[in-house]
């Protein structure tokens, strides 16, 4: 739901809920991009968010209820026209909670980003990857799950040394933040696996799959016991760092402890024979080197 307020009444109750904050740092504390909520948000291009509303007036010390004159379903741009008319809006699904949306969602919090620029008119999905390893996994696995899921057809990209599946739209950035994902910087908004895919051990494993296949690596301990494999996760958010390591603990694996603040290490025969019989790779190239090292 969408909060209108009275004219000016956003800007001033923005105001007073930054009180000396820098903008990124009340961005971190919204769960909000920076550059969003200075330049649209509180110049009152875009509506409040029933639940941001609720967090400023806490921050702020003042209930602005007052001020509100009406309360709009998150779709109420597309009736009002303008740049959400038909012309301009895309339609698409959006899909249940699923072991294939789990999948997805730690797809992109591995690999993928969520792009917002409303003074541009520019709202993207993008998934990145090698140029040329991760073909394979791109054509055959991610962009048929996007356009599943959310019934579009996305797009393959190849841009310098990098390849994307892309998705231009407005309504799934919306979608995916309702499934609790964040645009912009991970790193800086501090990202990590949604509660409602921890609550759910099938959609856990899902997840987990997605992670490990984008920010995961697979690799041969010793030259002489080709037998000898080693899986590592490596990300620079903390918490989904910590997310990540806990999630396999949850679903029985011993990881290592985390290293350098940014990767842990999952090596007991036991735990690599486990993952591939009840998670498993989509990408090939962790199934590549999988079979490199089998004796």
């Known amino acids: 739901m969408r909060v209108r307020l009275l004219k000016g009444r956003q800007n001033e109750l923005i105001k007073k809920a930054k009180n000396g904050k820098t903008w990124k740092e009340l961005s971190m504390e919204l769960g909000l991009n920076s550059d969003y909520l200075r330049t649209d948000i509180s110049k009152e291009k875009v509506l409040l968010k029933q639940e941001t509303f609720k967090k400023l007036c806490s921050m702020a010390k003042t209930d602005f209820s007052k001020f509100v004159i009406e309360i709009l379903d998150d779709n109420w741009g597309k ?29 992109i919090l591995g690999d993928g980003s969520l792009y917002w620029n409303s003074s541009r008119g520019v709202y993207a999905l993008k998934i990145a990857g090698d140029i040329e390893k991760e073909q394979a996994y791109h054509e055959k696995i991610v962009k048929p799950m996007i356009d599943r899921l959310f019934g579009v057809t996305s797009k393959i990209e190849i841009k310098k040394n990098e390849r994307f599946v892309s998705e231009f739209s407005k309504e799934i950035i919306k979608i995916l933040e309702d499934f609790g994902l964040k645009r912009g910087n991970k790193k800086l ?45 490596k990300n620079k958010s903390e918490k989904l760092l910590t997310d990540t390591r806990n999630a396999f603990i949850y679903l029985g694996f011993s990881p290592s402890k985390i290293f350098e603040k940014d990767h842990f290490f999952i090596s007991k025969k036991s735990d690599i024979k486990k993952y591939i019989r009840e998670i498993n790779f989509n990408n090939q190239k962790h199934l590549r080197r999988i079979r490199e090292t089998a004796p």
Do not use: Q
Request: glycine share 10%.
């Open 79 to 107: 009736k009002k026209g303008g740049r959400n008319s038909p012309g301009r809006t895309k339609h698409v699904n959006k899909p249940s909670l699923s072991e294939e949306l789990s999948e997805l969602i730690g797809i």
């Open 189 to 233: 908004n501090n990202v990590g696996i949604p509660s409602w895919v921890k609550e759910n051990p099938k959609y856990l494993a899902s997840c987990l799959r997605g992670l490990i296949d984008t920010d995961g690596s697979v690799f041969r301990m010793s030259k002489k016991d080709r037998n000898l494999v080693r899986m590592s996760f």
